[in-house]
C-alpha cells in the first residue's frame, strides 16, 4: 500500500503562483509514476502532469509553460510549481501514483479569485 498527503493548496490572485507537495508513504519502492490530476465543480477528474521514474514528463495542455512538475525520489515526494494562475484553475488537486494500482491523495483545494 501507498498513502499520499498533499499539502500547499489555498487562496491566490490570478497571476500568482502556488507550490503544491506531496508526500508519499508505504511501498514506495514499486511506484513507476507520480503525477497531479484536479477536478472542479460538476466536472471530470483531469490529468494535470505526470512525470515517470526515469524523469520524462507529460502535462496538459492548458497548463504547458506555466506549471512545472518535478520529484525528489529519495524524499518519495512529487512537486507542482504553479504559475500565472487562473481562474479556470481552481480545483481540488489530487496527488496520484502508480505501482501495483492506482493510488490517491485526498485532495487539495486550490481557488484563484481576486
Known amino acids: 500500500q501507498v498513502q499520499l498527503v498533499e499539502s500547499g493548496g489555498g487562496l491566490v490572485q490570478p497571476g500568482g503562483s502556488l507550490r503544491l507537495s506531496c508526500a508519499a508513504s508505504?511501498?514506495?519502492?514499486?511506484?513507476?509514476?507520480m503525477g497531479w490530476y484536479r477536478q472542479a465543480p460538476g466536472k471530470q477528474r483531469d490529468m494535470v502532469a505526470v512525470?515517470?521514474?526515469?524523469?520524462?514528463?507529460n502535462y496538459a495542455d492548458s497548463v504547458k509553460g506555466r506549471f512545472t512538475i518535478s520529484r525528489d525520489n529519495a524524499k518519495s515526494m512529487v512537486y507542482l510549481q504553479m504559475n500565472s494562475l487562473k481562474p479556470e484553475d481552481t480545483a481540488v488537486y489530487y496527488c496520484w501514483a502508480i505501482g501495483s494500482y492506482n493510488y490517491w491523495g485526498q485532495g487539495t483545494q486550490v481557488t484563484v479569485s481576486s
Open positions: 512525470i515517470f521514474s526515469g524523469g520524462s514528463t
Open positions: 508505504g511501498s514506495v519502492v514499486g511506484i513507476s509514476a
